[in-house]
């Protein structure tokens, strides 16, 4: 799915608001979408990837990391892809889990990233339809936690 189309999606948000979309929201980073409750607090980023370059899982993975901390809050990454023949959402999952895990021993043993989840765009499109919201049980239960 390409980004802008991605961005344009009727995220299932609940009762949080849309805070940016594609948007600078720091120095050098644009997230696709990033989420905030009624009081402002950032709850979820959301990234968007049609490649399967592994870099870019990593990049999304180090600035939302990032961003978390400079917001000092506690979001969920929501990665959604493209997945091809060579590379599945578990495949995604399991490269960036060494990486997670050398972050956190950096930062003191815990991220500030809540949880990391890797869905494939079609997982996403039909956790729209089935009216799941963001952190829901349901749409928890789809795709690959990090």
């Known amino acids: 799915m390409k980004d802008k189309d991605f961005k344009a999606l009727n995220h299932p948000i609940g009762?949080?608001?849309i805070a940016s979309t594609g948007s600078a929201v720091s120095q050098g980073y644009k997230p696709?979408?990033?989420?905030?409750?009624?009081?402002?607090v950032l709850t979820f980023i959301l990234e968007s990837e049609q490649k399967t370059d592994r870099k870019a899982f990593l990049g999304d993975l180090m600035k939302a990391e990032m961003?978390?901390?400079?917001?000092?809050?506690?979001?969920?990454?929501?990665?959604?892809?493209?997945?091809?023949?060579?590379?599945?959402?578990?495949?995604?999952?399991?490269?960036?889990q060494p990486y997670?895990?050398?972050?956190?021993?950096?930062n003191?043993?815990?991220l500030n990233l809540s949880a990391i989840r890797?869905?494939?765009?079609?997982e996403y499109q039909h956790a729209i339809e089935a009216g799941e919201t963001l952190g829901s049980p349901a749409l928890k239960m789809r795709g690959h936690i990090v």
């Open 67 to 96: 961003f978390a901390e400079e917001q000092n809050a506690r979001p969920e990454l929501i990665i959604v892809m493209q997945p091809f023949g060579n590379t599945t959402t578990a495949q995604i999952s399991g490269h960036i």
């Open 108 to 110: 003191g043993g815990a």
């Open 32 to 40: 696709d979408v990033t989420v905030r409750d009624a009081t402002g």
């Open 118 to 122: 890797i869905l494939s765009d079609v």
């Open 100 to 106: 997670k895990q050398w972050l956190a021993l950096k």
């Open 15 to 17: 009762p949080n608001i």
